[in-house]
C-alpha cells in the first residue's frame, strides 16, 4: 500500500487529489472527526532565542490512527524561520560537515558553498541535496561510527533538546542530523530509519520553505499510508510505535512566502547577532528568501547512542 500511495501523489499528469491528505492548517475539523487528538504540553522556561512563539501559543497533536506520530504546528516566528534558514544555507553547508557535492569538486569548491553560490556560481546551487552534522550518517553501510563524527551545532541541539523537553522526552540527546535540500520536481523514496543504535529516542523532523506531502505508513511496505501535508515552520516528531515506520515525500508543491516576509522585532542575545544581523536586514536576507520561494528545507535531528553513552565503540558497531 505504502508503495501505490507513494506512486499516485507523485504522479504530475495526471496530479492528485489531494483531499485525503491531512491539513493542520484545519485542525478543528481533524479534531472533529478524530483524525488527531490534542497533546499537552510540559511547561518549560523560554528565555533562550531558539526563534520560537510563546508555548501558550502552540498547537501539537497526535495522529490517531499513527501513536506515536506528533506534529508541532508552525512554532517558529518569522524571525526563528530566518534564523534557521541562514544557519542551513550559510553556515550547515560548510566543511568539515559532509555534504554530497563532497565526491565530485575540489575541497575549496565546497567549503563555502553558499558564498560561491551567490558570487556568480548559480549551477552549484540545486546541486546541494544534503549535510550531515554530528555523527555523520553513512549512505553506504548505514552505520554510524565514531571515527566518522563532527562537532554538533550547539544552537541545534539546544533548541531540537529544548523541543524535546516540552514534549516529553526528557532524556533526548541530538547527536546526528541531515539537512536535506529540495526543489519542486524532488522526491524522498520510501524508507526506515534504523541506522541509529537507540531506536527508543525519537526523530525530529523541521520544515522550511515550500510545502510537501509526508507520506508515513506502517512496518511492512503492504501496511497502510497516510499523507499530510508538512508547510514551512510544522515540525514532525516520529516516537513510539512510527519511530520504525516507512515514509518518504512523494511531492514538493508551492506555498506561501508569508511565514518568513517579514520578522518581527525580537530582543536576541548577543551570541546569534551574525546571523540574526542578516535576518533582519531584507538585502541581506533576499538571496535566502528567494532560496525558499523554490525549495524546502528539511532538518532531521535524532539521537544515536543510549542515555548515558559518550561514544560509540568498535564492537559496538559490529551489525
Not at 472527526?33 to 499537552?40: A, E, H, S, Y
Not at 515525500?249 to 518581527?264: A, M, R, Y
Not at 551570541?271 to 532538518?299: M, T
Amino acid at each position: 500500500m505504502f508503495k501505490k500511495s507513494f506512486k499516485y501523489y507523485k504522479s504530475r499528469k495526471p496530479p492528485p487529489n489531494l483531499t485525503q491528505v491531512l491539513d493542520f492548517l484545519k485542525s478543528e475539523d481533524l479534531l472533529c472527526d478524530n483524525k488527531i487528538k490534542k497533546v499537552p504540553l510540559r511547561m518549560t522556561n523560554l528565555d533562550p532565542f531558539f526563534g520560537l512563539k510563546p508555548l501558550d501559543t502552540w498547537e501539537v497533536y497526535e495522529i490517531v490512527a499513527m501513536p506515536g506520530l506528533l506534529f508541532v504546528k508552525n512554532p517558529f516566528t518569522n524571525l526563528g524561520q530566518r534564523y534557521w534558514t541562514v544557519r542551513c544555507l550559510r553556515d550547515y553547508t560548510k566543511r568539515p560537515n559532509k555534504s554530497n557535492l563532497d565526491p565530485f569538486n575540489k575541497p575549496e569548491d565546497t567549503k563555502n558553498w553558499w558564498d560561491i553560490c551567490q558570487n556568480g556560481n548559480k549551477l552549484l546551487l540545486d546541486k546541494m541535496r544534503w549535510v550531515t552534522l554530528g555523527y555523520h550518517h553513512n549512505w553506504d553501510t548505514k552505520v554510524y561510527t565514531e571515527n566518522n563524527r563532527g562537532q554538533f551545532p550547539t544552537d541545534l541541539k539546544h533548541m531540537t533538546e529544548f523541543l524535546a523537553k516540552v514534549l516529553g522526552f526528557e532524556q533526548f540527546s541530538a547527536q546526528a542530523a541531515i539537512v536535506n535540500f529540495y526543489h519542486l520536481n524532488s522526491t524522498l523514496s520510501g524508507h526506515t530509519d534504523h541506522s541509529e543504535r537507540n531506536l527508543n529516542a525519537p526523530l525530529f523532523s523541521l520544515s522550511f520553505g515550500q510545502k510537501a506531502i509526508f507520506l508515513i505508513g506502517g512496518q511492512q511496505l503492504e501496511d497502510q499510508a497516510i499523507p499530510l501535508f508538512l508547510h514551512s515552520g510544522d515540525i514532525l516528531v516520529m516516537s513510539k510505535d512510527s519511530r520504525l515506520n516507512y515514509h518518504g515525500v512523494p511531492k514538493i508543491l508551492q506555498g506561501d512566502v508569508s511565514e518568513w516576509s517579514s520578522p518581527e522585532s525580537e530582543s536576541v542575545p548577543n551570541e546569534y547577532d551574525d546571523v540574526v544581523k542578516v535576518c533582519k536586514d531584507n538585502s541581506a536576507w533576499k538571496p535566502f528568501g528567494d532560496y525558499l520561494k523554490h525549495s524546502r528545507i528539511n532538518v532531521n535531528v535524532r539521537q544515536v547512542l543510549f542515555d548515558g553513552e559518550i561514544q560509540l565503540s568498535e564492537e559496538i558497531n559490529v551489525f
